[in-house]
């Protein structure tokens, strides 16, 4: 971590890298029965939160502490989120799913590919597209959504719901999420 | 994006960092700021007239003294919030000092109450006080709140309630400087009472004062 804020590159990647199993591990049982998705959601968002607070590490003191403290902020915000994540939507279970285009998957490769979820995101109706706009990417509460949509709040609900099935049946597997 | 990528792109984003310093310089780097304002801020409203009176009161000294080592010891323990795996004991370190100063001013009020009677009790508003320890409290508490931003607020509300009780805990004692209250009780209510309502207010909304981390899958996106 030293090296690391010293500018060190492969330093860091070495950390970071060798975080990650401990993470996994860390974050699934501090969250046991969560998707492995939400788990490697949390993982990432400590390592962002790492990335973020590299100058606050103090080289002289232990930094497994420096970095539990992250985790548990972050379970602790990601436990919010999954709360307002749950009221956000709602539940239908009368999908109807189309598919404007055939044979769209590429086959490249699942949720590492920016392009696929482009791709994803241009399949979904207008409205369900404004919903994960709104609601995830720029985590507004649903309040704000409805007025800066002009949608109802039930209906931004119903819309994220549906998006977010049809993104992951589009995406495949739920090893990964992407934002 | 999954986790190898966000590695990479991290790794390929990343420059080197200044680490912070350790929280006791920053504090004292803090408290230089603020007794240089409050200086400014003393001698611009002119000291009281009976200042070199009650300095030479041991109650006043106390009370004083105390007044600053809360305000000290407070930016101390807000700094030191802002670096994740802080030892949760100094959270304490505050509590000594801000119980001899209310202690001190509570002791005043009461000797009050024990020679006057009741009569003390009348209730007199005194909005200049807030007024005053705002205006006091203004700067260092900006002050303070650049500094946090630059650590990590792991616990949001304990850094903006201790950076808050320091700003206005020193806030207060340059007020006390040029501003002389009436009475012991005034000095718990609008004073004492005006310390604790800030900082509570800001730990209130730390989350918000000091939202951290801040947006980061939104910058990788850019």
């Known amino acids: 971590m030293q090296a690391a804020q010293g500018g060190d590159g492969d330093a860091y990647s070495r950390l970071l890298s060798d975080l990650v199993p401990l993470l996994r591990r860390t974050v699934g049982r501090r969250r046991a029965g969560a998707a492995a998705g939400d788990v490697e959601d949390l993982v990432q968002d400590v390592l962002l939160s790492i990335h973020v607070a590299r100058a606050s590490y103090d080289a002289s003191r232990p930094f497994l502490p420096w970095l539990l403290a992250i985790v548990r902020n972050r379970l602790a915000d990601g436990a919010r989120r999954w709360g307002r994540r749950a009221a956000h939507e709602l539940q239908v279970e009368d999908i109807e799913v189309t598919f404007s285009e055939l044979g769209s998957n590429t086959g490249s490769g699942g949720l590492g590919e920016g ?19 709104l609601l995830k990417l720029r985590e507004m509460s649903l309040k704000e959504a409805a007025e800066a949509s002009g949608q109802t709040v039930g209906a931004l609900k119903v819309a994220v719901h549906r998006a977010m099935a049809v993104l992951r049946r589009r995406l495949g597997s739920p ?3 992407g934002h | 994006m999954d986790t190898e990528e966000l590695i990479r792109t991290l790794t390929n984003r990343m420059e080197p960092v200044r680490p912070l310093r350790r929280p006791w310089r920053r504090a ?12 400014v801020l003393v001698v611009t409203m002119s000291p009281r007239e009976d200042l070199a009176r009650r300095m030479a009161e041991a109650r006043f000294l106390v009370e004083q003294a105390a007044a600053l080592l ?8 807000a700094l030191a919030t802002v670096v994740p795996g802080f030892s949760r004991r100094v959270l304490l370190v505050p509590l000594t ?3 001899v100063w209310l202690g001190v001013v509570g002791a005043g009020a009461l000797a009050e109450y024990s020679a006057s009677g009741a009569g003390v009790l009348t209730w007199q508003f005194d909005w200049a006080c807030i007024g005053t320890i705002l205006t006091g409290a203004a700067v260092p508490g900006i002050a303070m709140g650049v500094m946090l931003r630059r650590g990590a607020a792991v616990a949001p ?3 903006a309630a201790y950076g808050a009780l320091a700003a206005a805990g020193l806030g207060n004692l340059g007020v006390c400087l040029f501003h002389p209250h009436s009475s012991y009780l005034i000095l718990l209510v609008w004073h004492c009472g005006t310390v604790l309502v800030i900082a509570a207010l800001a730990g209130a909304t730390g989350a918000r004062l000091l939202r ?11």
């Open chain 2, 28 to 39: 004292a780097l803090w408290t230089t700021l603020a007794v240089a304002y409050l200086a």
């Open chain 2, 97 to 99: 000092p801000l119980a």
């Open chain 2, 212 to 222: 951290w981390p801040p947006d980061s899958r939104a910058a990788l996106a850019r």
């Open chain 1, 115 to 133: 392009r696929d979820l482009q791709r994803a995101m241009a399949t979904l109706s207008p409205r369900q597209r404004e919903a994960v706009v």
């Open chain 2, 157 to 159: 509300h304990l850094s």
């Open chain 2, 70 to 77: 809360t305000g000290l010891s407070a930016a101390g323990v």
């Open chain 1, 175 to 177: 090893g990964t999420h």
